[in-house]
């Protein structure tokens, strides 16, 4: 079962598919390449909203489509809720 998808294999964040819960372990798959994903959830993440792939540090870009979409703003550790409260959008500034 696939709990959250990757759109490109160099993407930092994949898109939960269901809501998913602190402590279970999920399992994603990249469209473009079906490489298989496994991660530990660190916190509440609702259906539709991004989980990191992996540790992104503070100031870093954050990629998704294959694109950077925003850089973090905190330390954003692996298997982490990725949205507004720790991501700076490129597009809206």
Request: glycine share 10%; aromatic share 6%.
């Amino acid at each position: 079962m696939v709990h959250f998808l990757v759109h490109k294999p160099i993407d930092h964040v994949g898109v939960a598919v269901r809501d998913l819960k602190k402590g279970e372990t999920v399992f994603g798959r990249c469209l473009e390449t079906n490489q298989e994903y496994r991660i530990t959830v660190l916190e509440d993440i609702p259906l539709g909203h991004k989980i990191a792939l992996k540790d992104i540090e503070k100031g870093e870009h954050v990629v998704e489509y294959g694109e950077k979409i925003g850089f973090a703003l905190q330390h954003i550790p692996k298997g982490s809720h990725v949205h507004v409260h720790n991501l700076r959008s490129l597009r809206w500034g």
